[in-house]
């Protein structure tokens, strides 16, 4: 059964915002793998090229992202995705330090920074962004609070 666009867009309605930043920042930092992050001599070179530790974190902080979003779409509460929050908060910090540092080194032969590097940055940036936004968001959850109905009076 594949999901109808009301089904979709009700799952959506259910992110709240640092759910919603989260998402963006998981988008940017997928896209930033498959986009030239580096110019050199022999042509561009994309993340895959220049695969090491500092992939690997922004990778870790997608999967972390990810379950952030898929911890919010699942549970009728908040329980669950705040504390999702907590530890993609250290994950997300490490990719922000690890896009950073492939902002500032270049590999060998490398001469110029191409838009892979700098979406790597924001969408690393995003998602610990989102995933404190999630922590700071103390929003009741989307469904209505059940009450018992009002006894009847003497």
Same mark, same amino acid.
């Given at each position: 059964?594949s999901?109808?666009?009301?089904?979709?867009?009700?799952?959506?309605?259910?992110?709240?915002? #640092?759910?919603? $930043?989260?998402?963006? #920042?998981?988008?940017?930092l @997928?896209? +930033?793998? &498959?986009?030239?992050?580096y110019?050199?001599?022999g042509?561009?070179?994309?993340?895959w090229?220049? &695969?090491?530790?500092? @992939?690997?974190?922004?990778?870790?902080? @997608? &999967?972390?992202?990810?379950?952030? $979003?898929? %911890?919010?779409?699942? !549970?009728?509460?908040?329980?669950? /995705?705040? +504390?999702?929050?907590?530890?993609? =908060?250290p994950?997300?910090?490490?990719? @922000? =330090?690890? +896009?950073?540092?492939?902002?500032?080194?270049? /590999? !060998?032969?490398?001469?110029?920074?191409?838009? #892979?590097?700098?979406?790597?940055? =924001?969408?690393?940036?995003a998602?610990?962004?989102?995933?404190?936004?999630?922590?700071?968001?103390?929003?009741? %959850?989307?469904? !209505?609070?059940? +009450?018992?109905? /009002?006894?009847?009076?003497?």
């Open positions: 059964m999901p109808t666009p009301s089904t979709v867009a009700g799952g959506l309605r259910r992110l709240r915002r #640092g759910e919603l $930043i989260t998402l963006a #920042g998981v988008v940017l @997928v896209v +930033s793998l &498959f986009v030239p992050t110019h050199s001599p042509g561009q070179l994309d993340a090229d220049t &695969f090491g530790a500092a @992939v690997a974190l922004q990778l870790a902080a @997608v &999967f972390a992202g990810l379950a952030l $979003i898929a %911890s919010a779409l699942t !549970e009728r509460t908040t329980a669950l /995705p705040v +504390s999702t929050a907590v530890w993609c =908060i994950v997300a910090l490490a990719a @922000v =330090i690890a +896009s950073l540092v492939r902002l500032l080194e270049r /590999p !060998e032969a490398a001469n110029g920074l191409a838009a #892979g590097g700098w979406l790597a940055m =924001i969408g690393a940036l998602v610990l962004v989102g995933a404190w936004e999630t922590l700071r968001d103390e929003h009741t %959850s989307l469904y !209505e609070p059940v +009450s018992p109905p /009002p006894q009847p009076r003497p």
